[in-house]
Protein backbone atom coordinates (compact mmCIF):
# COMPACT_ATOMS: atom_id res chain seq x y z
CA UNK A 1 0.00 0.00 0.00
CA UNK A 2 1.27 3.81 -0.66
CA UNK A 3 1.01 5.64 2.03
CA UNK A 4 0.81 9.42 1.65
CA UNK A 5 2.37 11.96 4.43
CA UNK A 6 1.65 15.40 3.99
CA UNK A 7 3.56 18.16 5.80
CA UNK A 8 2.80 20.08 7.91
CA UNK A 9 -0.32 18.83 9.87
CA UNK A 10 -1.49 22.51 10.38
CA UNK A 11 -0.45 26.09 8.54
CA UNK A 12 -1.05 29.74 9.76
CA UNK A 13 -0.17 32.23 7.27
CA UNK A 14 -1.24 36.09 6.62
CA UNK A 15 -3.71 37.18 4.19
CA UNK A 16 -2.24 37.91 0.86
CA UNK A 17 0.93 35.69 1.56
CA UNK A 18 1.75 32.24 -0.06
CA UNK A 19 1.14 29.00 1.72
CA UNK A 20 2.51 26.10 0.41
CA UNK A 21 1.83 22.05 1.44
CA UNK A 22 3.88 19.21 0.81
CA UNK A 23 3.20 15.49 0.01
CA UNK A 24 5.32 12.46 -0.19
CA UNK A 25 4.58 8.86 -1.04
CA UNK A 26 6.17 6.13 0.09
CA UNK A 27 6.45 5.28 -3.58
CA UNK A 28 6.24 6.57 -6.82
CA UNK A 29 2.89 7.73 -7.71
CA UNK A 30 4.29 8.39 -11.90
CA UNK A 31 2.79 6.02 -14.36
CA UNK A 32 5.20 5.43 -16.76
CA UNK A 33 3.43 4.72 -19.52
CA UNK A 34 1.89 7.92 -19.99
CA UNK A 35 4.34 9.70 -17.85
CA UNK A 36 1.45 11.05 -15.49
CA UNK A 37 1.87 11.57 -11.85
CA UNK A 38 -1.61 10.07 -10.06
CA UNK A 39 -1.64 12.65 -7.78
CA UNK A 40 -4.94 14.82 -6.79
CA UNK A 41 -5.17 17.75 -3.74
CA UNK A 42 -8.76 18.40 -2.25
CA UNK A 43 -9.72 21.05 -0.21
CA UNK A 44 -12.60 20.18 2.76
CA UNK A 45 -14.29 23.06 4.29
CA UNK A 46 -15.93 22.19 7.74
CA UNK A 47 -19.34 20.51 7.38
CA UNK A 48 -18.81 19.97 3.34
CA UNK A 49 -17.21 17.09 1.59
CA UNK A 50 -13.79 17.44 -0.25
CA UNK A 51 -13.76 19.21 -3.54
CA UNK A 52 -11.14 18.40 -6.32
CA UNK A 53 -8.69 21.35 -6.97
CA UNK A 54 -5.85 19.51 -8.80
CA UNK A 55 -5.10 16.34 -10.40
CA UNK A 56 -2.41 14.53 -12.74
CA UNK A 57 -0.43 16.97 -9.75
CA UNK A 58 -0.31 19.89 -11.44
CA UNK A 59 -3.66 20.14 -13.92
CA UNK A 60 -6.49 22.75 -12.23
CA UNK A 61 -10.01 21.50 -12.05
CA UNK A 62 -12.37 23.78 -13.93
CA UNK A 63 -13.49 26.65 -11.65
CA UNK A 64 -10.44 26.52 -9.50
CA UNK A 65 -8.82 29.92 -9.14
CA UNK A 66 -5.62 30.13 -10.31
CA UNK A 67 -3.69 31.24 -7.06
CA UNK A 68 -3.89 27.56 -6.46
CA UNK A 69 -0.98 25.48 -8.21
CA UNK A 70 0.50 22.22 -8.19
CA UNK A 71 4.25 20.43 -8.55
CA UNK A 72 6.02 17.75 -8.55
CA UNK A 73 6.44 14.33 -9.64
CA UNK A 74 7.24 10.99 -8.72
CA UNK A 75 7.47 10.86 -4.89
CA UNK A 76 7.23 14.79 -3.79
CA UNK A 77 4.84 16.95 -4.39
CA UNK A 78 3.86 19.87 -3.14
CA UNK A 79 -0.16 22.36 -3.14
CA UNK A 80 1.18 26.50 -2.94
CA UNK A 81 -1.42 28.97 -2.57
CA UNK A 82 -0.23 31.84 -4.00
CA UNK A 83 -2.08 34.70 -1.95
CA UNK A 84 -3.83 33.36 1.07
CA UNK A 85 -7.61 34.76 0.82
CA UNK A 86 -10.16 34.39 3.62
CA UNK A 87 -12.09 32.16 1.89
CA UNK A 88 -9.06 29.29 1.46
CA UNK A 89 -9.47 28.24 5.05
CA UNK A 90 -9.46 24.72 5.01
CA UNK A 91 -8.47 21.44 5.13
CA UNK A 92 -6.22 20.22 2.21
CA UNK A 93 -5.87 16.56 1.56
CA UNK A 94 -3.14 14.69 -0.79
CA UNK A 95 -4.67 11.69 -2.98
CA UNK A 96 -2.57 8.92 -4.79
CA UNK A 97 -4.90 6.67 -7.17
CA UNK A 98 -1.99 5.34 -9.00
CA UNK A 99 -2.99 2.15 -7.25
CA UNK A 100 -6.33 2.48 -9.13
CA UNK A 101 -9.17 1.57 -8.55
CA UNK A 102 -7.79 1.39 -4.91
CA UNK A 103 -6.56 5.08 -3.40
CA UNK A 104 -5.58 6.32 -0.57
CA UNK A 105 -4.99 10.21 1.16
CA UNK A 106 -2.90 12.26 3.05
CA UNK A 107 -3.44 13.09 6.78
CA UNK A 108 -4.07 16.33 6.12
CA UNK A 109 -2.94 20.13 6.97
CA UNK A 110 -5.29 22.28 8.37
CA UNK A 111 -4.77 25.57 6.65
CA UNK A 112 -5.52 28.91 8.87
CA UNK A 113 -5.19 32.33 8.64
CA UNK A 114 -2.60 33.66 10.95
CA UNK B 1 -25.95 19.30 -12.73
CA UNK B 2 -24.27 15.92 -11.09
CA UNK B 3 -25.55 14.99 -7.84
CA UNK B 4 -25.14 12.10 -5.31
CA UNK B 5 -27.36 12.17 -2.22
CA UNK B 6 -26.46 9.50 0.40
CA UNK B 7 -28.53 8.32 3.09
CA UNK B 8 -29.32 5.18 5.80
CA UNK B 9 -27.05 6.30 8.19
CA UNK B 10 -27.89 6.17 12.04
CA UNK B 11 -26.86 5.19 14.88
CA UNK B 12 -26.56 1.54 15.53
CA UNK B 13 -25.26 -1.09 18.03
CA UNK B 14 -21.73 -3.02 17.83
CA UNK B 15 -22.28 -6.56 15.66
CA UNK B 16 -25.49 -5.02 14.01
CA UNK B 17 -25.61 -4.29 10.05
CA UNK B 18 -26.80 -0.92 7.94
CA UNK B 19 -26.93 -0.17 4.62
CA UNK B 20 -26.33 3.02 2.94
CA UNK B 21 -27.47 4.14 -0.42
CA UNK B 22 -25.95 6.65 -2.54
CA UNK B 23 -28.75 8.20 -5.70
CA UNK B 24 -26.97 9.80 -8.68
CA UNK B 25 -27.91 12.08 -10.81
CA UNK B 26 -27.27 14.05 -13.84
CA UNK B 27 -24.56 11.93 -15.01
CA UNK B 28 -24.65 8.52 -17.02
CA UNK B 29 -24.64 6.46 -13.66
CA UNK B 30 -23.93 3.07 -15.27
CA UNK B 31 -20.66 4.75 -17.20
CA UNK B 32 -18.89 5.18 -14.09
CA UNK B 33 -16.78 3.70 -11.04
CA UNK B 34 -18.66 4.13 -8.12
CA UNK B 35 -16.47 4.63 -4.46
CA UNK B 36 -17.22 4.78 -0.68
CA UNK B 37 -14.87 6.71 1.71
CA UNK B 38 -15.29 7.51 5.24
CA UNK B 39 -14.60 10.11 7.72
CA UNK B 40 -14.28 9.42 11.50
CA UNK B 41 -15.03 12.24 13.71
CA UNK B 42 -12.11 14.60 13.68
CA UNK B 43 -10.40 12.69 11.52
CA UNK B 44 -8.73 12.34 7.68
CA UNK B 45 -10.49 10.68 4.26
CA UNK B 46 -10.34 6.39 4.33
CA UNK B 47 -11.17 5.30 1.18
CA UNK B 48 -13.20 2.34 2.11
CA UNK B 49 -14.56 0.74 -1.34
CA UNK B 50 -15.09 0.53 -5.14
CA UNK B 51 -17.24 -1.13 -7.75
CA UNK B 52 -16.62 -0.80 -11.18
CA UNK B 53 -19.27 0.38 -13.74
CA UNK B 54 -20.99 -2.33 -14.45
CA UNK B 55 -20.36 -4.37 -10.98
CA UNK B 56 -18.46 -6.75 -11.90
CA UNK B 57 -15.32 -5.53 -9.93
CA UNK B 58 -15.31 -4.74 -6.77
CA UNK B 59 -12.48 -3.45 -4.22
CA UNK B 60 -12.11 -3.09 -0.66
CA UNK B 61 -9.84 -1.40 2.31
CA UNK B 62 -8.27 -4.45 4.42
CA UNK B 63 -10.21 -2.44 7.54
CA UNK B 64 -13.97 -3.11 6.04
CA UNK B 65 -13.33 -6.52 3.92
CA UNK B 66 -15.45 -9.41 4.79
CA UNK B 67 -17.47 -7.20 6.84
CA UNK B 68 -18.99 -4.78 4.26
CA UNK B 69 -19.81 -5.54 0.35
CA UNK B 70 -20.67 -2.62 -1.75
CA UNK B 71 -22.96 -3.17 -5.05
CA UNK B 72 -24.72 -0.88 -7.25
CA UNK B 73 -28.51 -0.85 -8.96
CA UNK B 74 -27.83 0.54 -12.59
CA UNK B 75 -31.30 0.67 -13.51
CA UNK B 76 -32.08 2.32 -10.05
CA UNK B 77 -29.22 5.05 -10.63
CA UNK B 78 -27.95 3.86 -6.95
CA UNK B 79 -25.34 2.44 -5.15
CA UNK B 80 -24.82 0.86 -1.83
CA UNK B 81 -23.03 -0.33 0.83
CA UNK B 82 -23.86 -2.74 3.27
CA UNK B 83 -22.12 -2.95 6.41
CA UNK B 84 -22.44 -6.32 8.96
CA UNK B 85 -20.55 -6.74 11.76
CA UNK B 86 -20.05 -2.84 12.91
CA UNK B 87 -17.72 -1.28 15.34
CA UNK B 88 -17.25 1.42 17.43
CA UNK B 89 -14.36 2.36 14.69
CA UNK B 90 -16.47 2.34 11.78
CA UNK B 91 -18.31 5.92 12.96
CA UNK B 92 -17.85 8.05 10.39
CA UNK B 93 -19.48 10.14 7.89
CA UNK B 94 -20.01 7.85 4.94
CA UNK B 95 -19.56 10.14 1.57
CA UNK B 96 -20.05 8.62 -2.18
CA UNK B 97 -17.97 9.59 -4.68
CA UNK B 98 -17.81 9.46 -8.21
CA UNK B 99 -14.88 8.42 -10.40
CA UNK B 100 -14.33 10.90 -13.26
CA UNK B 101 -10.91 11.28 -15.98
CA UNK B 102 -8.95 7.84 -13.89
CA UNK B 103 -10.18 5.31 -11.56
CA UNK B 104 -9.70 6.64 -8.23
CA UNK B 105 -9.95 10.52 -9.26
CA UNK B 106 -13.23 11.62 -7.48
CA UNK B 107 -14.77 14.93 -9.37
CA UNK B 108 -17.98 14.66 -7.09
CA UNK B 109 -19.18 14.05 -4.14
CA UNK B 110 -22.15 13.62 -2.41
CA UNK B 111 -22.93 15.39 1.38
CA UNK B 112 -22.21 12.57 3.23
CA UNK B 113 -24.52 10.27 6.06
CA UNK B 114 -23.49 10.09 9.60
CA UNK B 115 -22.82 6.43 11.00
CA UNK B 116 -22.36 5.70 14.93
CA UNK B 117 -21.86 2.55 16.01
CA UNK B 118 -22.84 2.88 20.07
CA UNK B 119 -23.79 0.73 22.89
Known amino acids: DIVMTQSPDSLAVSLGERATINCKSS????????????LAWYQQKPGQPPKLLIY???TRQSGVPDRFSGSGSGTDFTLTISSLQAEDVAVYYC??????????FGQGTKLEIK | QVQLVESGGGVVQPGRSLRLACAGS????????MHWVRQAPGRGLEWVAV????????YYADSVKGRFTISRDNSKNTLYLQMNSLRTEDTAVYYC????????????WGQGTQVTVSS
Open chain 2, 51 to 58: ISDDGSHK
Open chain 2, 26 to 33: GFTFRSYG
Open chain 2, 97 to 108: AKDWAAPGLFDY
Open chain 1, 95 to 104: HQYYTTPKCS
Open chain 1, 27 to 38: QSVLYSSNNRDY
Open chain 1, 56 to 58: WAS
